[in-house]
C-alpha cells in the first residue's frame, strides 16, 4: 500500500475516533458531589466498616454509570450479601431485636439480588422515630414494595443502649435510636450516584416538557375562560394520562369575540373596509403540528360590522394561521364580506411600509 | 452538595410574593414558614436565638406568577373586545341576548387585571383545575427531580398548603407511578422503592375536592402512591387541618384506617391527622396560625431538626402547649361555629359550593377582625 494511502487513511481514521470521543462525552458526572468522602452526611460513629463498604460501592458504580443501562448489577447482589453477614452479626442487645435486624437485612439483601431492567432495585434502610412522646421510640425498615415495619420495644431499646454505651469515645451514651441511626447513615449512601444520575435525566425531561408549556402560553391563541374550560373538558383524556404531559396539540373555542377588520364588498366606496366584532361560535386550532404541516385553526363566525346599505351581520368561516393572523369569510345575504385580524392587517402594513422603503430607493437610483 | 435537609415549600392560592433565590431571599409564604417555626422554636431553652434555617434549607416553589401572567393577558385581550364592542353597539339593540352575554362574559375577563380577592384567590382555583394546572405540575416535577437530584429523597421533606396540596398531590401522584414501574409512555418517573421523600405535610388539604374536577387520581384509592410507606411516594404522611377551617371540611382527605388506603401498621406508625382548635386568628385558613400550632410546630421541629437536636423535656412542651392555648381569642371558636352552621359546610361535595362557601367565610372573618381591632 502506498504510503500516501496509509497516511491518509491514518489521518481519517484519527479525525473518526476524535469525532467519536467528543461525541461520547460522559454524560454523568461522579464529581465531589456524589462521591466524596462522607457524602456530606453525619459522622457514621458505629458502623464505619459499613459506610465505608457502601461509599465503596457508590463509588464503583458511579464510575460505571455512563455506560447506563449496561451496568452489570452484580456488585449491588454482592452489597447486599455484605450488609447480611456484616450487621446480621452485629449484638444490639437482645435476641429478638437481633433477629429483626437480620430479618431486614435478608429483605435488603434480597431486593439488591433481584435486579429489574427498566430501572435498578435500591431501597432505603429506614429509621423513623415515632415522635408522640419525644421518648425515643423507633421503628426500622426496608422501603420494598412489601411491607415490613420492626419496632423494638422499650425493654429492647434500653439493651441496645445499654450494649452500645461506652463503645465511642464520639458517643458515649447514645439512645438506641442514635444507633440505628448510624446504621441508616452507613447503609444508605450506596445509592447517592444512581439516584443523582436518574433524577437529573428526570428534571432534563421535565424541563423540556415545561418549556413546552411555556411555549404554548407565549405563542398560542390567548383563550378566554371559556375557551380555557372546553379545551380542558375536550382535551381530558390527554391531561389525565397517568404522567406528566405537554400542551394539549389542540385549542378549543366557543362563543368567542374577537376584534376585526372586515371588507363588505356590496357597502359604498370608501365604506368597504371598516374595523368589526366577530363571535366564534365554535372552532378548534392546532396551535404548533398538525396535519396541515403548520399551526391553523378553523371556526364557524359572525361578523358585525357598521357599514351603511349592507346587511352589517354575517355568517362563514374563519381560518386561524400560525396562531396570529385570521382571514375569514361570511355571507351577508347575497353580499359576501372578508375579515382579517387586526395581527394581520398590521403585518400587512409593516410589509407594505417595507415594500415603499424599497421602492422610493429603487426609484432614486434611477433618478 | 450538602446532607441538609431541605423543606420545599408549597404555597396555596392568593398572592403570595416571590422568594429572590440570587440574593438568598424567601418569599411571602417562606417568611411565614420560618416565622412561625421560629416564633415556636425560641421559646425552647438553648434555642432562644435559634432559627430552623440553622438545621434545613428552605426551598419554595412559586407558581403564582403563571396564573398572573394569564390572568393579564386574558384582562389585556377583553380590553380590546370591550372597545371594539362599544364602537359597533349599535349593532346589538338593547336585549338581545348575545350582547348581553358577551358584555357579562367580557367583563369579567376585563376585571381580571385588577386585584380583588376574587381574581388573585378564586381564579387560581379555577385556572388550576383547567389545563393550566398541567404547567403547574410539570414545574412542579422539574422541582422535585433537581432535589432528589441535589439531595437525595430522604433528605427531601414538603409541606403544601390549600391548593398547593392539590398541586402537591396530582404532581406526585403522576411522577411515581404504582409498583415503581412506570406505565407505557411515561416520558420519567420515580421508584416507590428507591425515591420515596422523607415527610409530606399536607396542611388543609383539598386534594379530594380538587380531584373531582381535576379527575388525575383519588387521593383515597388503594393504589394511590400518595400515601406514606411500602409502595408509597414518602415515608411519613401528615395531614393537618383546623377544626373550622371550612376548606378542609368540604369533601375531607380523611382516610380510613381499614387496611384499604394503607395497611393498619403503616396507618399507626407512618400517618397522623393532626387536628387544631385553638384561634388565635379568626381565619383558620390561615398558614402561619396552621404552623405555629403546637400540634403541628413540635412534630415539625422534632422531624426536621433531628432528635439529638431538638429535645425538650415533658414539662417544657406542655408549658409551650399551655401558653399557646392562653392566647386563643375567647369566645372565637363558638363564634365562627355559629357562623357556619349558618354557611351549611356540612355536606359540599362540589367545586362550586366549596367558592360559595369560602366567600361566606371570607365575610365571616372580615367582621369578626373588624370587631378585634375596634375593640382593641
Redesign the interface.
Known sequence: MKRSTIAILLLVSSTICIAQEENSAPFFACD???V?ED????SVIFFTNVQREALRVNNFFCNQLNNFPDVPPEILDEFGSFLEAAVSSTDFGSEDLNSDVAAAMRIMSG?LGEQ?S???????F?V????D??D?AF?F?V???????F?PDEDQRDNCKVRFTGISNQEPNP?C??VFEDLENAI?PY??SY??M??????Q???E??AD??R??EIAR?????D??L??WL??SH??????????KRQWFM?R???ILQYHDGAPKGDQFK???S?EWAGFNYWDDSPLGFPFGLSVTTV???MPDVD??GTGLTLHVNNRFTIGWAKHGSDDSFHVSADLLQFMQDKQQQFDKYKSRFERFFD | MTSTPVVLLIHGMGSATPPDPGNNKLGSFGEEFRDSLDKALQQFSGHETDSIENYVTLDEFYYNDKFDLIRNKMAERANDVRTRLDEVQQLFPGGTFLRRFVDQFNSWEEDFGDDEFLYTHWLDVLFYTTYIGGWIRALLAERIAKLIKDHGSKNIHVVAHSLGTAALHDTLAQIYPPGGEPIPGTPAFFSVENDQLETVWMVSNVSNLINTVVGLADPLAPGSTVKPGHGGCTKRFYNVRHELDPFALIRRFKPKNDGNWISFDNFKLRYRAIKNDVILDPNTHSFPQYICDPNVCLPMLRKLMGSSKFRPGKTERDKFIENHASQGLTGAFGRLEDAFRGIDVGDLETLDEFLRAGEAFKDVILEMREELEGGS
Not at chain 1, 427498566?118 to 432505603?124: L, N, Q, V
Not at chain 1, 423513623?128 to 415522635?131: L, T, W
Open positions: 465531589d458531589s456524589v466524596s457524602l456530606g452526611s453525619p431486593a429489574r427498566t430501572r435498578f432495585r435500591m431501597p432505603d429506614d423513623e422515630e415515632i415522635e412522646d419525644f425515643s421503628f425498615s422501603s420494598v414494595l412489601e411491607e415490613n415495619n419496632v439512645e435510636l442514635q444508605n445509592k447517592r439516584q443523582a436518574i433524577a437529573g435525566k428526570e428534571e425531561t421535565f424541563a416538557i415545561s408549556w411555556s404554548y402560553f390567548t383563550q378566554t375562560t371559556l380555557l374550560v379545551t380542558s382535551e381530558r391531561m389525565r394520562q397517568g404522567f406528566i404531559v405537554g400542551p394539549p362563543l369575540p374577537n376584534v374595523p368589526g366584532v363571535i358585525y360590522a357598521d352589517t351581520v
